[in-house]
Nanobody, 124 residues
Framework: QVQLVESGGGSVQAGGSLRLSCAAS????????LAWFRQAPGKEREGVTH??????QYANSVKGRFTVSRDNATNTLYLHMNRLKPEDTAMYYC???????????????????WGQGTQVIVSS
């Protein structure tokens, strides 16, 4: 099992930056796919990033603005969000699944472990 705890959300103005953290309860580098999802009110949960070891895929909507990094010593995954837009406003979730999940599309339903979420609000 993997417990995930997100932190770092908040309110910022458009153009600003935030860094989200996802602390895992165990080493996830070798055997897990890690992902960031987000869900805005009234919308479906959407994938933002998928990370397998040192390789990250980004949704088109965040490419060039968001970057993922990880600290393997502390089992923490970071989402660096720059040039934020009002449409980035959402609850952001960290999720962990098997490697197969990321290699096969990474649908939310396929992820086994989820954090509680952290709210990001971007005002115009």
């Amino acid at each position: 099992q993997v417990q995930l705890v997100e932190s770092g959300g908040g309110s910022v103005q458009a153009g600003g930056s935030l860094r989200l953290s996802c602390a895992a309860s165990r080493d996830t580098y070798r055997d897990y796919c890690l992902a960031w999802f987000r869900q805005a009110p009234g919308k479906e949960r959407e994938g933002v990033t998928h990370t397998v070891r040192d390789v990250t895929q980004y949704a088109n909507s965040v490419k060039g603005r968001f970057t993922v990094s990880r600290d393997n010593a502390t089992n923490t995954l970071y989402l660096h969000m720059n040039r934020l837009k009002p449409e980035d406003t959402a609850m952001y979730y960290c999720a962990a699944g098997t490697l197969w999940v990321c290699l096969n599309g990474g649908s939310p339903a396929d992820f086994l472990y989820w954090g509680q979420g952290t709210q990001v609000i971007v005002s115009s």
